[in-house]
């Protein structure tokens, strides 16, 4: 089968064809800044980034995925301005630094976890990585790329020639939008800081001794020199949101080049942004802060029908997040698992792939990422008339790239033909109830079917019904 894949690289501007570099595909994607919880947006990149990885092994390329955790340095302004956002979550919850970074990581990995996200190979806290970052930053130093001012040790960007290769932008532009951000002993406006010092006459509860002085690494320093340590050689795929293309990329490919002499990553993918509407991006700072907790755990919408909505949206085009979203893709996506419960009541052997529907599931997830296109093509398969033992082992073999979890619906789960007739009957009103967004009514029907003796529940694998 063809092996190709295209990707749109922020890099070149276009659609590329992939090639990794060596026998596993080094894949580096900026992780959370865990001072709060991640919200929804942020939560669309990771999706992203995991429909991204999900299909690379789909193509049979073993991936090294690697991530990092902000635990230190990024600060409230992008620019090297403003509070560590670590300091000010511990100042606003009356908690250590260290207890912020560490509640807010495992509530990360919650999300991943309930979002069906495979978790990277390695996570790698910047905390932990103090000495590679001051080596890195010595080693910068030495080359002449840094000067020191009275809070830091900066990147002189003028240094480096072709500073906006991934913004594309004029460097006016760059240097303007640098500029909101005041910094009179900077030598230009886009110069970053790549060692803070403490603040004199404060402590920080995060600092580090550094040649120096006391102080903390900047915020881009840490991808750069954690992706150096553990994907040197495999510098294939470098992955955000679009956010992070005009100053955190835009940084660590400057300061990266600038110390190794050599192209730092191939490829550049960005994710486009979940936004409210009117058209602004979804943001912590942004009055409804919504994180997968409040929008879907704690209103009882199982969390994958945030998945799911995603899957109907390319990942370079920006969706909006409306007050409906939710529950609409919970509607979805129970419709969509009621189906592959029919489906799996017909089935009575194992199946086979059936070729064309695959080639066509390649074909557009090789079309960088085109994953609406290749979600459509479930609907078409399970109306189709092929076998539906092909049909569902068709089905279960694009899930891997999906990740809705469909292998994990029971038949037993839906076994209609064992039920009572008008149990049965009132299961399909139920179902079409929920599928209008009928909740009082599918309550009311629910009810009913429990008092002639049958248990309904709607779980994360699908609708259950048992004897009460
Ligand atoms: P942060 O925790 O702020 O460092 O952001 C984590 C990731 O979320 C980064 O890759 C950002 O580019 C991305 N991100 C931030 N806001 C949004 C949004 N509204 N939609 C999609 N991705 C976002
Ligand atoms: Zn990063």
Redesign the pocket.
């Known amino acids: 089968m063809d092996n190709k894949i295209f990707l749109y690289n922020t890099l070149s501007n276009r659609k590329e064809e992939f090639n990794s570099e060596s026998s596993e595909v080094g894949l580096y994607t900026?992780g959370?800044?865990v001072y709060n919880f991640?919200h929804i947006?942020?939560l669309?990149?990771y999706i992203f980034e995991d429909l991204l990885k999900r299909t690379l092994s789909y193509f049979d390329y073993p991936v090294k995925h690697v991530m990092n955790i902000?635990d230190v340095g990024?600060l409230v302004g992008d620019m090297d301005m403003g509070e560590d956002k670590m300091e000010s979550g511990a100042l606003r919850e009356g908690r250590s630094a260290w207890d912020i970074a560490s509640f807010y990581t495992e509530a990360f990995k919650s999300d991943l976890q309930h979002l069906n996200i495979i978790e990277p190979n390695i996570y790698c806290r910047a905390t932990d990585h103090i000495n590679e970052q001051i080596a890195l930053i010595a080693r910068l130093e030495e080359k002449g790329f840094t000067y020191k001012t009275s809070d830091g040790i900066y990147f002189n960007t003028a240094l480096i020639k072709d500073y906006n290769k991934l913004s594309h932008l004029p460097l006016e532009e760059l240097q303007e939008g640098a500029r909101v951000e005041k910094n009179l002993e900077k030598k230009n406006s886009t110069d970053f800081a790549l060692w803070k010092f403490s603040p004199v006459g404060s402590n920080r509860q995060m600092e580090w001794d550094s040649p120096w002085g006391i102080g903390f690494p900047g915020w881009h320093i840490e991808c750069s020199a954690m992706s150096l340590r553990y994907l040197s050689g495999q510098l294939d795929i470098h992955c955000?949101?679009v956010?992070?293309i005009n100053i955190h990329h835009t940084n660590e490919i400057a300061q990266s080049e600038a110390a190794t002499g050599e192209k730092f990553f191939n490829y550049w993918l960005h994710?486009a942004?979940?936004i409210v509407p009117g058209g602004k991006?979804?943001?912590k700072s942004s009055g409804d802060f919504l994180t997968l907790e409040n929008t879907f755990i704690s209103q009882d919408i199982d969390p994958l029908a945030y998945r799911f909505l995603l899957l109907q949206g390319h990942y370079r085009k920006p969706m909006e997040w409306r007050p409906d979203s939710a529950l609409n893709a919970l509607s979805g996506l129970e419709s969509l698992r009621r189906k592959i419960t029919e489906l799996k009541s017909e089935t009575s052997g194992e199946g086979r792939l059936i070729d064309s529907f695959v080639s066509r599931f390649r074909a557009a997830l090789a079309d960088d990422l085109n994953i609406p296109q290749a979600l459509a093509l479930v609907q078409e398969l399970l109306k189709s008339d092929e076998e539906a033992n092909d049909r569902l082992k068709t089905i279960l073999n694009f899930d891997a790239v999906l990740g809705l979890g469909l292998a994990h619906i029971s038949r037993d789960d839906l076994s209609l033909g064992s039920l009572p007739d008008d149990i049965k009957k009132l299961l399909t009103a139920r179902n079409s109830a929920r599928d209008s967004k009928d909740w009082s009514e599918s309550d009311r029907l629910r009810d009913e079917i429990r008092s002639r003796g049958y248990l309904v529940e709607d779980t994360k694998d699908g609708m259950k019904i048992s004897k009460a």
């Open positions: 900026c959370p800044t991640a947006g942020n669309r990149t902000t990024h955000g949101g956010d992070h994710g942004f979940l991006k979804m943001a």
